[in-house]
């Protein structure tokens, strides 16, 4: 890169980094101002201007307010106090975030349930919350009924839209309980004594490995997610964010919410992602913002060519998990000016930003910024699953190009804070010590990355969907982007399984595929694509892909079914014979298990 091009992008990242800074540089963790007294001082100086249209209605900043003071209202009828908690599962509207908002101004926190979940694993995020009132709507409220008697608490039900007829003793209509509060802000003695190391909300893990863990999103972490990104997008009181990501995840809830809400400008709300509504929306709301995850824009360009793609408003996407292959493609055919990349987990204490826009990085760490950012990547030992230690028991940091974990260093301020899950043992769990000193701890992002000479970081894999095979190391990952494309191919899901008398994990990927399965178009272009090591050695043909609520993929049962027919539900395939890959059978399984067959 030339001296003039190195000098504009270093010129683009510093100014995206001093956007960003100024916005969070005020949040002190010892500071008595809280997320709520952030939405206030918008509303006192945006009062008028629209705040939220969403599927129902249009409000301005100070009913928004208004909404959300009742909320406060109503959770004080209830003798909430401070510190204790409230859970919302409730589809994307207006609503939503004046709950969580009001909630916070009386010193409540909120658990914001995924409106995905039913039985046993909604009960099991229900029950770790410790909540004993939850708010929900229409939509939501008979999968929480039938959990409710699965979580082992007497909890009380609160239903926006409730019908008469089905109210009882432990569900009631909340509509005419808020409608009839006071609009007036609750007293801010209902907080006092709280200050940005406390609880704002609960924001659950994906459970993508098992059951979800409840990560504790203090006001300090909220604020900053809010603020960062009413920074980091230039977002302007003229700007309208389009935002279908479900508001119970940090990416839809805070991320797609700071640009709009802090700046005076309008957040559009949709109750669902649709593929086919969403470019007549951005178009018809005016967006010039939108929010994502990866998967949503690969959702997008997977659609047939449709009348108003091209035709928007839209200055910048923003958001995570935009694969390299979908990227260059998504950003021409939409034609969609600027995409602002960036990493950050829910829990964590690590980010990055991708400022210069270039395709494929998660973010950049520019050489004078090494020492400043807080982000580091060691070596990792891909069979023991932890970071390589050296011969003084310090973990050692990756060469550029090295594959290695994220780390974050633990500190008491804004940067390096670890706030942890409601699980204490789950928190210790991704501390690690004595990392580059004695008595050191560090978070750890449990993701693999690498980083290249110039300082952009790329996303490889989660830890445990790497897997090693043959001597090398496989990321699923890869595998997805590699075969995603492959004939007659719709959805492809990676993973490794273990095989008898076999070091390491075989690679296996499940398929949702458009009509027959042509196993030899399929192995070809697994040959073409991928190394040796990296090629399915299974293959199953599923229906449909299992998603969470933020589209990512649920791989646990997968890989416990592994290659087993008994526990396959569908046809099954071994790599060899004249296709490709063969019809897996009983006797295949048992030659394999008993070391008859090689893979």
Same mark, same amino acid.
């Given at each position: 890169?030339?001296?003039?091009?190195?000098?504009?992008?270093?010129?683009?990242?510093?100014?995206?980094?001093?956007?960003?800074?100024?916005?969070?540089?005020?949040?002190?963790?010892?500071?008595?101002?809280?997320?709520?007294?952030?939405?206030?001082?918008?509303?006192?100086?945006?009062?008028?201007?629209?705040?939220?249209?969403?599927?129902?209605?249009?409000?301005?900043?100070?009913?928004?307010?208004?909404?959300?003071?009742?909320?406060?209202?109503?959770?004080?009828?209830?003798?909430?106090?401070?510190?204790?908690?409230?859970?919302?599962?409730?589809?994307?509207?207006?609503?939503?975030?004046?709950?969580?908002? $009001?909630?916070?101004?009386?010193?409540?926190?909120?658990?914001?349930?995924?409106?995905?979940?039913?039985?046993? @694993?909604?009960?099991?995020?229900?029950?770790? #919350?410790?909540?004993?009132?939850?708010?929900?709507?229409?939509?939501?409220?008979?999968?929480?009924?039938?959990?409710?008697?699965?979580?082992?608490?007497?909890?009380?039900?609160?239903?926006?839209?409730?019908?008469?007829?089905?109210?009882?003793?432990?569900?009631?209509?909340?509509? !005419?309980?808020?409608?009839?509060?006071s609009s007036v802000r609750p007293a801010r003695s209902a907080r006092s004594g709280l200050t940005n190391r406390d609880t704002a909300l609960y924001i659950y893990t994906s459970g993508t490995t098992g059951l979800p863990k409840a990560a504790k999103i203090t006001h300090a972490r909220a604020r900053t997610y809010m603020r960062a990104f009413a920074g980091a997008t230039?977002?302007?009181?003229?700007?309208?964010?389009?935002?279908?990501?479900?508001?119970?995840? #940090?990416?839809?809830?805070?991320?797609?919410?700071?640009?709009?809400?802090?700046?005076?400008?309008?957040?559009?709300?949709?109750?669902?992602? #649709?593929? @086919?509504?969403?470019?007549?929306?951005?178009?018809?709301?005016?967006? =010039?913002?939108?929010?994502?995850?990866?998967?949503?824009?690969?959702?997008?360009?997977?659609? %047939?060519?449709?009348?108003?793609? +091209? #035709?928007?408003?839209?200055?910048?996407?923003?958001?995570?998990?935009?694969?390299?292959?979908?990227?260059?493609?998504?950003?021409?055919?939409f034609a969609v000016p600027n995409i602002l990349e960036f990493y950050g987990s829910t829990e964590g204490n690590v980010s990055v930003f991708n400022f210069d826009g270039k395709p494929g990085a998660i973010g950049r760490v520019p050489g004078f910024l090494k020492k400043q950012i807080n982000f580091r990547?060691?070596?990792?030992?891909?069979?023991?699953?932890?970071?390589?230690?050296?011969?003084?028991?310090?973990?050692?940091?990756?060469?550029?190009?090295?594959?290695?974990?994220?780390?974050?260093?633990?500190?008491?301020?804004?940067?390096?804070?670890?706030?942890?899950?409601?699980?204490?043992?789950?928190?210790? !769990?991704?501390?690690?010590?004595?990392?580059?000193? +004695?008595?050191?701890?560090?978070? +750890?992002?449990?993701?693999?990355?690498?980083?290249?000479?110039?300082?952009?970081?790329?996303?490889?894999?989660?830890?445990?969907?790497?897997?090693?095979?043959?001597?090398?190391?496989?990321?699923?990952?890869?595998?997805?982007?590699?075969?995603?494309? *492959?004939?007659?191919?719709?959805?492809?899901?990676?993973?490794?399984?273990?095989?008898? $008398?076999?070091?390491?994990? *075989?690679?296996?990927?499940?398929?949702?595929?458009?009509?027959?399965?042509?196993?030899?178009?399929?192995?070809?272009?697994?040959?073409?694509?991928?190394?040796?090591? *990296?090629? %399915?050695?299974?293959?199953?043909?599923?229906?449909?892909?299992? @998603? =969470?609520?933020?589209?990512?993929?649920?791989?646990?049962?997968?890989?416990?079914?592994?290659?087993?027919?008994?526990?396959?539900?569908? %046809?099954?395939?071994?790599?060899?014979?004249?296709?490709?890959?063969?019809?897996?059978?009983?006797?295949?399984?048992?030659?394999?298990?008993?070391?008859?067959?090689?893979?």
């Amino acid at each position: 890169m030339g001296l003039v091009a190195n000098i504009k992008r270093n010129m683009r990242f510093a100014k995206g980094l001093r956007r960003l800074l100024k916005r969070i540089k005020p949040i002190e963790l010892d500071s008595p101002d809280l997320v709520c007294d952030d939405w206030e001082e918008a509303v006192d100086r945006f009062g008028d201007r629209v705040a939220i249209v969403d599927d129902r209605r249009t409000v301005t900043y100070r009913e928004l307010d208004a909404m959300a003071n009742r909320f406060g209202h109503w959770a004080q009828s209830r003798r909430l106090k401070r510190g204790d908690t409230i859970a919302l599962v409730m589809l994307n509207r207006a609503e939503y975030i004046a709950a969580w908002l $009001g909630f916070a101004k009386v010193g409540v926190a909120t658990a914001l349930i995924n409106t995905n979940l039913t039985g046993h @694993t909604l009960a099991h995020c229900l029950s770790i #919350s410790n909540a004993s009132q939850v708010v929900t709507d229409e939509d939501c409220w008979k999968r929480v009924e039938d959990a409710r008697v699965l979580s082992g608490r007497n909890l009380m039900l609160w239903v926006l839209g409730l019908r008469d007829e089905d109210e009882a003793d432990e569900r009631r209509g909340l509509d !005419k309980p808020v409608r009839s509060g006071s609009s007036v802000r609750p007293a801010r003695s209902a907080r006092s004594g709280l200050t940005n190391r406390d609880t704002a909300l609960y924001i659950y893990t994906s459970g993508t490995t098992g059951l979800p863990k409840a990560a504790k999103i203090t006001h300090a972490r909220a604020r900053t997610y809010m603020r960062a990104f009413a920074g980091a997008t230039g977002a302007t009181e003229k700007d309208v964010t389009f935002n279908v990501l479900p508001l119970y995840h #940090s990416t839809g809830g805070l991320v797609g919410v700071g640009p709009a809400l802090l700046n005076g400008g309008q957040l559009v709300l949709r109750k669902r992602f #649709s593929a @086919t509504n969403f470019w007549p929306d951005v178009n018809a709301s005016g967006a =010039t913002l939108f929010v994502y995850i990866g998967e949503l824009c690969r959702y997008l360009l997977n659609c %047939p060519q449709a009348e108003g793609e +091209r #035709s928007h408003k839209l200055r910048l996407a923003f958001g995570n998990g935009l694969r390299p292959d979908v990227w260059t493609e998504f950003q021409k055919r939409f034609a969609v000016p600027n995409i602002l990349e960036f990493y950050g987990s829910t829990e964590g204490n690590v980010s990055v930003f991708n400022f210069d826009g270039k395709p494929g990085a998660i973010g950049r760490v520019p050489g004078f910024l090494k020492k400043q950012i807080n982000f580091r990547l060691v070596r990792f030992d891909m069979d023991t699953e932890e970071p390589v230690r050296g011969p003084d028991g310090l973990c050692q940091l990756a060469k550029p190009g090295e594959v290695g974990e994220a780390l974050g260093m633990i500190g008491d301020d804004i940067r390096h804070a670890f706030s942890g899950y409601a699980d204490k043992a789950s928190s210790e !769990k991704k501390i690690l010590r004595d990392v580059f000193v +004695r008595g050191d701890r560090w978070y +750890r992002t449990g993701d693999l990355m690498k980083q290249d000479s110039e300082g952009y970081v790329y996303f490889i894999d989660r830890i445990g969907d790497t897997f090693r095979w043959k001597g090398e190391n496989v990321s699923t990952a890869e595998v997805e982007q590699r075969l995603a494309d *492959a004939p007659g191919v719709k959805e492809v899901i990676a993973y490794g399984v273990p095989v008898p $008398g076999h070091e390491g994990k *075989a690679g296996m990927v499940a398929l949702v595929v458009e009509g027959r399965f042509a196993a030899r178009a399929f192995a070809d272009w697994v040959d073409q694509e991928l190394p040796a090591y *990296a090629r %399915p050695a299974f293959v199953r043909l599923i229906k449909a892909a299992d @998603t =969470t609520g933020t589209f990512k993929y649920k791989k646990i049962d997968l890989v416990a079914d592994g290659f087993d027919p008994d526990k396959v539900d569908g %046809p099954l395939y071994v790599r060899g014979g004249k296709n490709g890959y063969a019809k897996f059978s009983e006797a295949a399984r048992a030659a394999i298990m008993d070391g008859e067959t090689r893979l």
